[in-house]
């Protein structure tokens, strides 16, 4: 039997009470993304008290993050720990009581299905459109919950997503169940289109204040506690959008844009993001001078690198450690155009981060040269 006393603030509220409190130790909460609003969303439902937590990021911790993303320090910077591993090592010690599961990986339409068996909802902590529309065409196919949130410069947005009710998949075991009337428009039917690339603001170019985020992640979360707790008629059914600089809260209806959009995803059913088959094998990292390579499709058998003997072989090219989960290091003779060394991190799995090149063929042979092709 878990501890309630713990909860006990929590259990007060009437809205909550001791049933609400189990309901929420029996849940699953999926949440993408391990940056500003993914800690802080962690954090929360952590301390909150859902049972499990899934995080999932692919990157590791860096000095600039530390000013808005709680669960990190110093330490984590280092050692460049993974940052869902970070935020799992941090939550064992906040609340012993919860399990999480830590996934180093790449998000994306390859691995998207694998990581909802048994999640109550997902929870949005994303840095791009792309990615976000294929959380929404996961949670649309599926029927789960989905909460969007972002966050940028002094401002962000939040919204909770009830897609139309279909018939669950066999597998989707959500907690969370909704009628049709209680069912929203989903983040196609409220933004068709993504932002062009350059053309909107990035946490990289624009900055982002902490606390901009911070009430962006508290909105998600508490929509996130009433879908758990059977709360629905509590939800924030409106989309809101927030800048803490300007003084500016402003509440959108979108009650009517799923019947006025002609919804490729939730109306006509077609899941483009999650479909696709053509998923680049460099991406550039929007605004981070750094480059992401992934093995191609074709490499079916999974692989698993010996980090440990690879950190030796890339001795002589720099310094390299490998510390248990991922291999980073800067290379001597291989710079940027200012004379900064170009730095690697390189994943079990064979996923590559290089810095310092902006160009996916210049980190491709980078990749080639020192990993193999
Ligand atoms: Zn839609």
């Not at 790449?106 to 068996?117: C, G, L, S």
């Not at 997902?122 to 929404?136: K, P, Q, S, V």
């Not at 992640?217 to 300007?246: E, F």
């Not at 730095?343 to 040269?369: C, H, M, N, Q």
Request: with cysteine.
């Amino acid at each position: 039997m878990p501890d309630l006393d713990r909860y006990h603030r929590q259990i007060l509220l009437p809205g909550i009470g001791e049933a609400g409190q189990r309901r929420l130790l029996d849940s699953h909460a999926l949440v993408v993304g391990c940056g500003a609003l993914g800690t802080m969303i962690v954090d929360a439902l952590a301390r909150a008290g859902v049972g499990t937590l899934s995080i999932i990021d692919r990157d590791t911790v860096e000095l600039t993050n530390l000013q808005r993303q709680v669960m990190f320090d110093e330490a984590d910077v280092e050692q460049a720990m993974p940052k869902a591993e970070a935020a799992k090592s941090k939550i064992a010690r906040i609340n012993s009581q919860i399990v999480v599961h830590a996934r180093v990986d790449d998000f994306n339409h390859r691995n998207a299905e694998r990581h909802i068996k048994d999640v109550d909802v997902i929870l949005d902590g994303l840095d791009n459109f792309e990615t976000r529309y294929l959380l929404n065409d996961l949670a649309v196919k599926f029927g789960l919950p989905y909460i969007y949130g972002g966050a940028v410069a002094t401002g962000g947005m939040s919204m909770p997503i009830l897609p139309h009710p279909r018939k669950r998949a066999s597998g989707i075991r959500s907690s969370v169940t909704w009628t049709q009337e209680q069912s929203t428009p989903c983040l196609r039917c409220v933004f068709p289109h993504a932002p062009p690339p350059g053309a909107s603001q990035t946490c990289d170019t624009a900055g982002v204040l902490g606390s901009a985020a911070a009430v962006i992640a508290a909105h998600q979360v508490t929509q996130a506690i009433k879908l758990l707790t059977g709360n629905l008629d509590a939800l924030d059914r409106s989309l809101l959008s927030i800048d803490v600089w300007a003084n500016q809260t402003r509440r959108f209806d979108i009650s009517g844009a799923r019947s006025l959009s002609g919804c490729p995803c939730c109306a006509e059913g077609r899941f483009d993001f999650l479909d696709a088959r053509a998923g680049s094998a460099a991406a550039t990292l929007c605004g981070r001078n750094a480059v992401q390579i992934t093995l191609p499709d074709e490499a079916t058998e999974p692989v698993t690198l010996d980090l440990n003997t690879l950190a030796q072989r890339l001795c002589p090219h720099g310094s390299f450690t490998y510390n248990g989960y991922l291999l980073h290091g800067r290379f001597i003779n291989e710079t940027t155009s200012q004379g900064e060394p170009i730095e690697l991190t390189l994943f079990p799995d064979g996923r590559a981060i290089v810095k310092g090149v902006t160009e996916p063929d210049a980190a491709r042979s980078i990749y080639a040269k020192y990993i193999g092709a």
